[in-house]
């Protein structure tokens, strides 16, 4: 998503005016690190409200039947369907719940064998 706004949108909508959309009450340098990958957001609602200011804007600029590159067969509307990045954040959070788990687990182990 960060890419194809990065390389498509020209950087559109702005990081400021995607933390200022419903259910995205974030900061804009918080927008821009989940749009770069350097973040995880904890809320799905908040990205899912950046993702629909981006899916705005490739539709106003009628880009969602093109596909996203020469390479891709996948349409800028299927980069930017919702059920895709709701699956996608509830795998990628499952996955972190799982190993935040595991490291509670070693740190516990650890400390009995310390004893």
């Not at 900061?27 to 908040?46: E, H, I, K, M, N």
């Not at 981006?54 to 919702?82: C, F, M, Q």
């Not at 935040?100 to 009995?112: G, H, I, S, Y």
């Amino acid at each position: 998503m960060g890419a194809f706004r990065r390389n498509r949108l020209n950087y559109q909508p702005a990081n400021n005016a995607l933390s200022k959309r419903p259910k995205a009450p974030r900061s804009r340098d918080t927008v821009g690190a989940w749009l770069r990958g350097d973040r995880f957001p904890a809320a799905l609602d908040a990205l899912l409200s950046v993702l629909a200011g981006i899916r705005a804007e490739a539709a106003r600029l009628s880009l969602l039947a093109e596909r996203i590159d020469g390479t891709a067969n996948e349409t800028v509307a299927e980069l930017l369907a919702e059920d895709r990045w709701r699956a996608s954040w509830t795998a990628e959070n499952q996955r972190r719940i799982a190993a935040d788990r595991q490291a509670a687990e070693r740190q516990k182990a650890n400390k009995a064998l310390d004893r």
